[in-house]
């Protein structure tokens, strides 16, 4: 069994920053690329940022340059700082990884369970 628990949603105004964190745990042998996707109500779910194994990094263009994703590989755990925070921010904010597991060596995407973020204008 594996498993993605994110944290640090919350509620902040515009301009503010936020930090989220995504672990994951389990019978994991590798994590590969992990993302950060968000889906506001009414809109599809988008991909907000995503980093490799050797962490290379590709953002949305909406977040560019306000957004930053970071891992830490022996904690298997992805960051997303998240500043000057805008109320299109909003959204809840899903991680996902691209896991190697321990107990068959197969390959499968996992989901974390979403948290919320709420930016007020």
């Known amino acids: 069994q594996v498993q993605l628990v994110e944290s640090g949603g919350g509620l902040v105004q515009a301009g503010g920053s936020l930090r989220l964190s995504c672990a994951a745990s389990g019978s994991i042998f590798r994590v590969h690329g992990m993302g950060w996707y968000r889906q506001a109500p009414g809109k599809q779910r988008e991909l907000v940022a995503f980093i490799t194994s050797g962490g290379s990094t590709n953002y949305a263009d909406s977040v560019k340059g306000r957004f930053t994703i970071s891992r830490d590989s022996a904690k298997n755990t992805a960051y997303l700082q998240m500043n000057m925070l805008k109320p299109e921010d909003t959204a809840v904010y899903y991680c996902?990884?691209?896991?190697?597991?321990?107990?068959?060596?197969?390959?499968?995407?996992?989901w974390g369970q979403g948290t919320q973020v709420t930016v007020s204008s």
């Open positions: 996902n990884a691209d896991l190697l597991l321990r107990t068959d060596l197969s390959r499968r995407g996992a």
